[in-house]
């Protein structure tokens, strides 16, 4: 049976999930994803590592059909309830999934998709009714999730996890952190993402932890259950800490006192999937006194880097491998960096690291380099713990035999009065390569472009100081709030 299954029997009776204002048990849970497993299975023995695409809002029904689906034996393959249906129909192509289950509301939309090519589809509040069948023994080995990449350079990818991967990187993360049964985390995270599966919904269920889901983000819902006395940690990515920011600069003197009073109580709070600007995670203590705990992580790899839980967090900084994960610098010539401060390829290795792109070996070998998974992201090595610069193909900018990090840029910028938020690409250039280029959101339509460059030569060298300027209403994001820089670079042109 997978350990993350077997350890539900220990906590049978505890609340395993919140969803839609219901309590739902270990057992409630392993009673309903034994009866959708059986839906699965229909007569067979074991799915075989059949995919299983499924579309349901985050809920007690999606931890079900997770749960169903590798139980069964199957690999699940969660889509994202905010993309649109050409990018729905790309993963259920590119998987050749046979079977789709989803909740009522997305039934229109996708059973032409499902006919079209065949497939099962299955409607998620049919299948809770079943009895009880075998089910097949599941080996660690297996492929358990899909998970698609953002596509930011090319089409997404699917990333194979196995069962021991997932169970490595809940592990690790359970003993970092100090998970324990009495732990209680509201998830507001997408459910197609390892921050919110493994991070959140997966360590809270493996530690017999409540899991409690908003059908969609609310900030001041958010801040009722921050403040309501029964959370012990949250986890969300940077644009969620400011929008809270910003309801909490909103509310009336002695509300703020109430809803930081209250959010003190939490013992940890977790930042991750994009860089936490340092403005933001210093605000967050003002208002809070916690410091953000930042990671580093991705999905072919689950988590690598943490800060520690009880000792230094460094603002900027993403702390130290974590437990049987190994972390080297590589320079462009493939040499490992041994110099403090000089910037380098992250690679990793371990028992965290993904088994393949789905049916792409190709991209698979180039993924690695002597066996170590290259991220493409690059980082120093700074007294003592890691800091991320920013990804080679976006966030690092190549100006003039120069290597910048925007990710610098943009904590810099946000130190003026006037930006409220900012991003920095790289446009391309006959001249320089490429030059530094800034969109701004700004706190009024006076800024201007000329004085921020004069303020920044105090702070910046001239090579690093933004060339070209625009202002928006807000920034181009994907679903997990990471700014689309892709998209970003067009707005330029």
């Known amino acids: 049976m997978i350990e993350l299954v077997k350890r539900a029997e220990q ?10 204002q219901t309590a739902y048990s270990f057992l ?12 699965l299975l229909d007569g067979s023995e074991d799915l075989r590592e059949e995919r299983v695409v499924f579309l349901v809002p985050p809920s007690f029904e999606y931890v079900a059909t997770q749960w169903a689906i590798w139980r069964a034996g199957g690999i699940a393959v969660p889509l994202c309830t905010l993309h649109p249906l050409p990018s729905l129909q790309y993963v259920i192509e590119d998987t050749a999934a046979s079977i789709l289950v989803v909740s009522e509301e997305y039934k229109a939309l996708l059973s032409p998709l499902a ?16 009895p009880m069948v075998d089910l097949p023994e599941v080996a660690l080995d297996r492929r358990a999730m899909i998970l698609y990449t953002s596509g930011t350079t090319n089409l997404p990818k699917g990333v194979v996890t196995t069962h021991k991967n997932i169970q490595f990187q809940i592990e690790t993360l359970v003993n970092a952190w100090e998970w324990d049964r009495d732990d209680h985390i509201l998830n507001i995270l997408p459910l197609h993402h390892v921050h919110g599966i493994i991070n959140v919904l997966s360590c809270a269920l493996w530690s017999g932890a409540c899991c409690e889901f908003l059908p969609k983000f609310d900030a001041e819902k958010v801040w009722q259950k921050l403040s309501g006395g029964q959370l012990t940690l949250f986890m969300a990515v940077p644009t969620i800490y400011f929008k809270l920011i910003a309801f909490w600069d909103a509310a009336s003197t002695k509300e703020k006192e109430r809803l930081s009073a209250g959010v003190k109580a939490l013992r940890l709070m977790v930042s991750g999937s994009a860089a936490l600007p340092v403005p933001v995670l210093e605000k967050w203590r003002t208002i809070s006194t916690h ?6 992580g991705m999905t072919e790899i689950g988590m690598a880097l943490s800060n520690a839980y009880r000792t230094e967090r460094r603002p900027g900084h993403v702390g130290l491998p974590l437990p049987g994960v190994a972390i080297r610098l590589v320079d462009a010539n493939g040499k490992d960096v041994k110099a403090t401060g000089e910037p380098g390829e992250i690679q990793i290795k371990g028992p965290n690291v993904f088994k393949e792109y789905w049916r792409k070996p190709k991209a698979t070998a180039d993924a690695y380099m002597d066996g170590w998974f290259r991220s493409g992201d690059v980082a120093i090595f700074n007294d003592g713990m890691f800091k991320i610069l920013g990804r080679d193909s976006v966030d690092i900018i190549k100006s003039g035999g120069y290597k910048i990090s925007a990710l610098e840029i943009e904590d810099i910028l946000r130190r003026h009065p006037q930006i409220k938020e900012c991003a920095v690409v790289g446009i391309p250039d006959k001249e320089w390569g490429e030059i530094v280029g800034a969109s701004l959101i700004t706190t009024d339509e006076t800024v201007d472009f000329d004085q921020i460059k004069k303020w920044l030569k105090e702070l910046l060298p001239a090579y690093k100081i933004p060339r070209k300027f625009i202002i928006q209403e807000e920034l181009p994001r994907n679903t997990l709030g990471k700014v689309t820089k892709k998209v970003l670079k067009k707005e330029f042109e």
């Open 115 to 130: 006919k079209t090519r065949n497939m099962r589809l299955l409607l998620v509040g049919e299948l809770m009714d079943k």
């Open 291 to 296: 410091t953000l705990l930042e990671r580093y």
């Open 11 to 20: 906590f049978s009776n505890r609340t395993a999930i919140v969803s839609n």
């Open 28 to 39: 409630q849970l392993l009673n309903v994803s034994g009866s959708i497993a059986g839906h």
